[in-house]
């Protein structure tokens, strides 16, 4: 009996590091953004051949985001039909979905995991159930965990949930509120797409009372995008507490902002309010973070000019940290240290 058993757990074991295995080889395929058409096959017999729930979830997921050839339809309706494995029936109908079908029959399919316990899947099935069963609001806010996930295949669905852009703002409002973390980051991403003053309104509410460092960045991204509408109030809120997590929000904004921010940030470390100082000092680490990333020109549209203004910085920290408090000295070194980093 016990070499039964160390037999059937050696098995397992070596099932599961295949399934690993298999889905690490095949990362670099799913997550590629432009695929030829035979790459795209190569992802669709994956899909229809894999046993391992974590291939077959990730296989459907990127066939959602870019979806095979219609030709491939037929293929895809006969393991909606025919297959015992629920996730690949499930994911089979969103993939058709994505395709641009929105066959009345894969409703049921779709409802079912809508029930399911995973909020992903959840995600995704109502992503698709949106698209064939507009007139059904009842899952919109799973529409908008979705978003976090697939941006796209996402604000497919809610163009067609939300018949008018009062009703998107109202959705998002509603998810901002959500107690589920990863749905709240997903409406502070989505809303700071917006570029509206009602929108803009909501991420500074979202921010005065966030503590989850998630969804604080996304929140601080949408301001960012937002300065217009926000810059100002941002500003002010480097006047509260240096340990609160509304005052991280703001100063991350101010970074995401760049060399725009620089001026709000000089004045904040001339501030005779220590708080002031300190958040300001902050931002200014926090904007040599977001130049010194590969992804930097999605915040800024000329990265060596805003290093320039950021580096214009240094004199006002170096003298407070020499002169300052010592918490401000901290914080002030901090950020001659990050900027430092950019002269490398």
Known sequence: MKKTAFLCAALLTAWTLSAQTQLQNALPLLQKNNR????????????????????????????????????????????ILKSEDPLKQTFAAIIVTAMGSAHDELAPILQGALESQNALLRAYAAG?????????????????????FDPDFAVRSMNLLAEEPKHLFKYLKQASASPDEQTRAAAASWLGTLHSEDAAKQLLKMAKTEANSSVQAQIATGLALNRTFTQEAVAKGLRQNYSSPAAATYALALGFMTGNAVDT????????????????????????????????????????????????????????????????????????????????
Request: proline share 5%; charged share 20%.
């Open 265 to 344: 940030i000089r004045q904040g470390l001339a501030s005779s309010n220590q708080n002031e100082r300190i958040n300001a000092a902050r931002a200014a680490a926090y904007m040599a973070g977001v130049l010194s990333n590969p992804d930097a020109f999605n915040y800024t549209s000329d990265r060596a000019f805003d290093i320039g203004l950021l580096k214009s910085l240094i004199p006002q920290l170096k003298t407070l940290e020499k002169t300052d408090g010592d918490s401000v000295k901290v914080y002030a070194g901090n950020a001659l240290r990050q900027i430092e980093k950019l002269m490398i």
């Open 128 to 148: 698709a159930y949106g698209i064939v069963q507009p007139q059904d609001k009842s899952y919109v806010q799973d529409v908008v965990l979705l978003y976090i």
């Open 36 to 79: 030829t058409a035979a790459e795209n096959q190569q992802v669709l017999t994956l899909f229809r051949t894999a046993k391992d729930p974590d291939t077959v979830f990730a296989a459907g997921a990127s066939l959602v985001k870019t979806p095979p050839s219609k030709v491939q339809e037929p293929a895809l309706f006969n393991l």
